[in-house]
Nanobody, 123 residues
Framework: VQLQAYGGGLVQAGGSLRLSCAAS????????MGWFRQAPGKDREFVAA????????YYADSVKGRFTISRVNAKNTVYLQVNNLKPEDTAIYYC?????????????????WGRGTQVTVSS
């Protein structure tokens, strides 16, 4: 599967964005999907994950209550609504796919990575 994230941009602190990740292929509903981010000079970190049917979600503590992950399998797309953005949310955001319908947070073993989208939050 090929993944492409988009929807990033430059926003002021407190603002919002909706990130999208489009997937190719016919087996999108067979994947657990996730979002990660990497800030300059830091390791890539987990942000959120969603089960194959969208019924279960899991978030990093740093984004809980501000970010919402969702998916529309008919559109082969996963979303990340990011609200109340903070300067420390500045990073490249990546979507990832794990080839499983099992649900086992916080573990997420990425089989596929997409190209990221830059989110920059100004103070």
């Amino acid at each position: 599967v090929q993944l492409q994230a988009y929807g990033g941009g430059l926003v002021q602190a407190g603002g919002s964005l909706r990130l999208s990740c489009a997937a190719s292929g016919r087996t999108f509903s067979s994947y657990t999907m996730g979002w990660f981010r990497q800030a300059p000079g830091k390791d890539r970190e987990f942000v959120a994950a969603i089960s194959w049917n969208g019924r279960s979600t899991y978030y990093a503590d740093s984004v809980k209550g501000r970010f919402t992950i969702s998916r529309v399998n008919a559109k082969n797309t996963v979303y990340l609504q990011v609200n109340n953005l903070k300067p420390e949310d500045t990073a490249i955001y990546y979507c990832a796919a794990e080839r499983t319908t099992d649900w086992h947070p916080p573990r997420f073993l990425s089989d596929y990575w997409g190209r990221g989208t830059q989110v920059t939050v100004s103070s």
